[in-house]
């Protein structure tokens, strides 16, 4: 067993590669790159050179390409110790065109471009636009460019992009020199003033201050030490991490009484839990001493540079939502439909089954989105609320979504246990039974319902896992801000590191529902074993 | 005994007994000849499928379906480009129910369901739109089907087609198929037949997955295997042992794909990737503003009610022909 689970997980893990692969050959290559700039307003706003260097920036941070000002090279070459920074100011101060350039600047720049084009980079000189030729004065988004990029190709950009996947907070994560960097291990955590009882790890040199700790939400105990990056969005949530925008929270600002650690007591809506290294904030190092801030903003409040904390809000997150919706619906899909479809089976060709058929055939024919309609106008005309307002939540406004969820799936339970429940009642043991002289109750509880409840075990955790996915249509019409839109938004909107980011974390799902449907089917029946080599 | 007052008593003929009884000859080719009733099975198809008096109710509305969708159009000459725009500059004449559309242009058929945005014909859009959905759903249905049984069929026979198969099957499963669909409708600039392509490029696996598992439960059948061990080739073990087998499978199979494209086509336009035809999804998408105004609902459900009644359909007839074409039923 344990055997086969490995080589299992081992070939989910190369499928979930691959699939990640075919969908970065398919966005990167099908789709044209300058795309991605149709809904940025940054974008529309710059003009000329400037909007070129500007996607060529854009191209590099959503891993289309390397690029490499000719000021970053400058900058390098000096940390380096190849230029002085005096020379760096005279070679930086380059010309409208090649042939204005000084001799100084023609030479780095040549060597510039020789170095790069030899690793395989593509040059590009962008001349000034000149508006008047007398006064020198450049258009808007006019003044020269250099530099030079290179093409990334699909398995370097899959290399990065796994590399980045998981990121393990480390003590050397801060670059400033401090002291005693460690982890440190409490019983109390000091923001609850050091005398409840609440263990946490705390870290000095880490990223994150708290890199394990217990609170009030759930789930109560919270890590920081890992950090999941699927990759960076912008449109769905700009320059956030596809991963952050699912599980983050939403909604309005929650202000409550906060004991800051320098002891500052005031109204505030920041979780300290959260807080992050952020250089230069609460004290700088002048290469001597700690110079600690004048604003007194975190002077009062702070005994460190981790400054760097999130807001407390009032709403799940995104999962959160899709999760609660589709757990509860699923719950009472099984709940209800599996008993309808024994029901229909128990009563085959009678009324009870016509009924449920009918049922059936209007859940599988009509189009989705027409039944997910007509349901919310039922509802509407009995008074539930259609629109979910996330600061103001009601137990009422969950009814609609999670009937929508709902209803459709006892549909599909009850064809497929009707139908396997037909199929054993046909089977010779069940005839034997039966001429054994046991009832219809026990014939049909104890040997058919066993039999044909197998395989619909096979989806439970499937459908349990599934629920984070969130309904497309469900989640628009009655504006659920859940996942269910995500992916569908980021493929309107070109977001292609979303759209990665959220195809690996589907199909890690999917993947894994497959894995423990195999076992959760083995556990109900002993007949099934991944040992034999019979199979 | 009772019983021998029924027998006839041959005497009473006043026959000879060489009258009586003549020899016959040991026919051995009579003897190999089965006395079953003649069977046809695509009679026997029918004769089961009409055996249900609402089959007919349900053949009848199809036929009313087809002629709606394709020929009304043909004999109104409808044109896409012309016909929805007569009267968008009419203000009057937008946003009608029926019986104010009725009472504004006088009765005729094109104004039973009222008018649109633009002052077009509701009734008259709606079966355009069905045409060019139920073309979708047929076309696609037909190539993922072929392609999907074709492949099915060899991936259940062969293990080594098998392995590859399954490695294939769950890469490209797990790749979203709204992803794969919208990425090539983007690419090919939407029109049908993109959309025919996008949907049927990789919708075949679905398919062709079903028809492999089914066929791996019945090739190992006994009867099979005597017919291997007797010598038959592999192409007549498919096609007369299984396929006729199978025939009821695929028949319920079309039955419940067809509809599915429609649907599917409707869920596409919503979300935004729909083809640049007005199609019955493409409709619904812009018509669904209109819904919960008390007003001009009529605009939305109507072409609402129209496909689901078009879905129902075509999935009842196909679920009953498939139940007709299984021969377990032809007793």
């Keep these: 067993m344990a055997k086969y689970l490995l080589n299992r997980i081992i070939r989910g893990i190369v499928s979930v590669v691959i699939v990640v692969a075919v969908v970065m050959v398919l966005?990167?290559?099908?789709?044209?790159?300058?795309?991605?700039?149709?809904?940025?307003?940054v974008y529309s706003k710059r003009q000329q050179n400037d909007r070129e260097a500007y996607k060529y920036q854009c191209w590099e941070n959503y891993g289309y390409l390397e690029y490499i000002p000719y000021s970053e090279y400058l900058e390098e070459l000096e940390r380096e110790g190849g230029i002085s920074r005096e020379d760096r100011f005279a070679a930086a101060a380059f010309g409208y065109t090649a042939e204005d350039d000084t001799e100084i600047v023609a030479r780095y720049v040549k060597q510039y471009r020789e170095k790069y084009e030899a690793e395989g980079f593509t040059f590009v000189r962008l001349d000034a636009l000149v508006q008047n030729k007398a006064l020198g004065t450049l258009m808007n988004g006019g003044s020269p460019k250099i530099f030079v990029y290179r093409n990334t190709p699909v398995l370097v950009r899959l290399w990065k992009y796994f590399s980045h996947l998981i990121t393990i907070d480390n003590i050397h994560y801060v670059e400033d020199p401090i002291e005693d960097r460690g982890l440190t291990f409490t019983l109390f955590d000091p923001l609850y003033g050091g005398k409840k009882f609440s263990p946490a790890i705390m870290g000095n040199g880490t990223y994150h201050k708290y890199l394990l700790y217990f609170d009030g939400t759930f789930p109560f105990i919270?890590?920081?030490?890992?950090?999941?990056?699927?990759g960076e969005s912008y449109s769905i949530n700009t320059g956030v991490d596809v991963f952050t925008t699912m599980v983050q929270t939403q909604g309005s600002i929650v202000k409550s009484e906060?004991?800051?650690?320098?002891?500052?007591?005031?109204?505030?809506?920041?979780?300290?839990?959260?807080?992050?290294?952020?250089?230069?904030?609460y004290s700088t190092w002048d290469g001597e001493k700690w110079v600690v801030t004048t604003e007194k903003y975190y002077a009062d409040?702070?005994?460190?540079?981790?400054?760097?904390?999130?807001?407390?809000?009032?709403?799940?997150?995104?999962?959160?939502?899709?999760?609660?919706?589709?757990?509860?619906?699923?719950?009472?899909?099984?709940v209800i439909g599996i008993p309808l479809g024994m029901a229909m089976a128990v009563n085959k060709?009678?009324?009870?089954?016509?009924?449920?058929?009918?049922?059936?055939?209007?859940?599988?024919?009509?189009?989705?989105?027409?039944?997910?309609?007509?349901?919310?106008?039922?509802?509407?005309?009995?008074?539930?609320?259609?629109?979910?307002?996330?600061?103001?939540?009601?137990?009422?406004?969950?009814v609609l979504p999670i009937a929508s969820l709902a209803l459709p799936s006892i549909g599909g339970f009850m064809k497929w246990v009707r139908r396997y429940m037909i199929d054993q009642m046909n089977s010779d043991y069940v005839k034997f039974a039966r001429s054994g002289g046991l009832t219809e109750r026990e014939v049909f509880s104890k040997h058919i319902l066993k039999n044909a409840i197998i395989p619909i075990t096979h989806g439970i955790p499937g459908a349990i896992l599934g629920a984070v996915v969130g309904g497309i249509i469900t989640e628009s019409v009655y504006s659920v801000p859940g996942t269910g839109g995500m992916l569908v938004k980021a493929i309107n909107f070109y977001d292609n590191g979303s759209v990665i980011g959220l195809t690996l974390f589907y199909t890690m799902l999917s993947v894994i529902s497959l894995i423990l449907g195999d076992i959760v089917m083995a556990l109900v029946d002993p007949r099934i074993s991944y040992t034999s080599k019979g199979r | 005994m009772a019983e021998n007052d029924k027998l006839v008593d041959l005497s009473e003929f006043g026959l000879s007994d060489e009258e009586l009884f003549a020899h016959y000859d040991n026919d051995e080719m009579e003897s190999e000849r089965i006395t079953a009733p003649r069977y046809s099975y695509w009679k026997s198809v029918f004769r089961v499928f009409f055996r249900k008096k609402i089959n007919i109710f349900f053949i009848v509305l199809i036929s009313l379906i087809i002629v709606f969708a394709?020929?009304?159009?043909?004999?109104?000459?409808?044109?896409?480009?012309?016909?929805?725009?007569?009267?968008?500059?009419?203000?009057?004449?937008?946003?009608?129910?029926?019986?104010?559309?009725v009472s504004y242009h006088g009765f005729s058929i094109h104004w039973i369901l009222g008018s649109g945005a633009q002052g077009q014909s509701t009734f008259d859009s709606i079966w355009y739109g069905s045409s060019i959905s139920i073309s979708l759903a047929l076309i696609c249905a037909a190539i993922n089907m072929f392609i999907g049984i074709l492949i099915g069929a060899v991936w259940g026979f062969s293990k080594k087609v098998d392995i590859v198969m399954t490695e294939i099957f769950n890469v490209v499963g797990n790749v979203p198929y709204v992803l794969i669909i919208s990425v090539l409708v983007r690419i090919l600039t939407g029109?049908?037949?993109?959309?025919?392509?996008?949907?049927?490029?990789?919708?075949?696996?679905?398919?062709?997955?079903?028809?492999?598992?089914?066929?791996?439960?019945?090739?190992?059948?006994?009867?099979?295997?005597?017919?291997?061990?007797?010598?038959?080739?592999?192409?007549?073990?498919?096609?007369?042992n299984i396929l006729p087998f199978m025939t009821s499978i695929i028949m319920t199979l079309l039955a419940t794909e067809i509809?599915?494209?429609?649907?599917?086509?409707?869920?596409?336009?919503?979300?935004?990737?729909?083809?640049?035809?007005?199609?019955?999804?493409?409709?619904?998408?812009?018509?669904?503003?209109?819904?919960?105004?008390?007003?001009?609902?009529?605009?939305?459900?109507?072409?609402?009610?129209?496909?689901?009644?078009?879905?129902?359909?075509?999935?009842?007839?196909?679920?009953?022909?498939?139940?007709?074409?299984?021969?377990?039923?032809?007793?």
């Design chain 2, 191 to 240: 029109s049908f037949w993109a959309l025919v392509f996008a949907l049927t490029i990789t919708g075949w696996l679905g398919i062709a997955y079903f028809i492999r598992t089914q066929v791996i439960i019945i090739r190992d059948r006994e009867y099979n295997l005597a017919s291997k061990c007797l010598g038959t080739s592999i192409f007549r073990i498919a096609m007369r």
């Design chain 1, 222 to 230: 919270h890590q920081n030490l890992f950090t999941i990056s699927l």
């Design chain 1, 349 to 398: 060709d009678r009324f009870i089954d016509k009924l449920g058929t009918v049922y059936i055939i209007f859940i599988i024919a009509v189009p989705s989105l027409a039944y997910i309609f007509m349901f919310r106008a039922i509802g509407k005309s009995i008074g539930l609320p259609t629109t979910f307002d996330v600061d103001n939540l009601t137990a009422a406004m969950y």
């Design chain 2, 259 to 331: 509809p599915s494209y429609i649907s599917y086509e409707v869920y596409l336009s919503y979300i935004g990737i729909g083809m640049k035809e007005m199609s019955l999804g493409k409709i619904i998408e812009s018509t669904q503003p209109f819904m919960f105004v008390k007003a001009w609902g009529f605009e939305y459900w109507s072409p609402v009610v129209i496909a689901s009644v078009i879905t129902v359909v075509l999935y009842v007839v196909g679920q009953n022909l498939g139940d007709a074409s299984d021969p377990r039923t032809h007793m």
């Design chain 1, 258 to 281: 906060i004991t800051f650690p320098a002891g500052y007591v005031g109204q505030a809506s920041v979780d300290l839990h959260t807080a992050a290294y952020s250089a230069g904030s």
């Design chain 1, 301 to 334: 409040r702070y005994v460190d540079n981790y400054t760097l904390v999130e807001k407390t809000k009032a709403s799940l997150s995104k999962t959160g939502f899709s999760f609660t919706i589709g757990i509860i619906s699923t719950f009472i899909a099984y």
């Design chain 2, 70 to 101: 394709y020929i009304y159009p043909l004999i109104i000459r409808y044109d896409p480009e012309v016909d929805p725009w007569k009267f968008v500059s009419v203000s009057e004449a937008k946003h009608l129910n029926p019986a104010q559309a």
């Design chain 1, 27 to 41: 966005l990167f290559t099908l789709i044209d790159k300058n795309y991605i700039f149709m809904n940025d307003p």
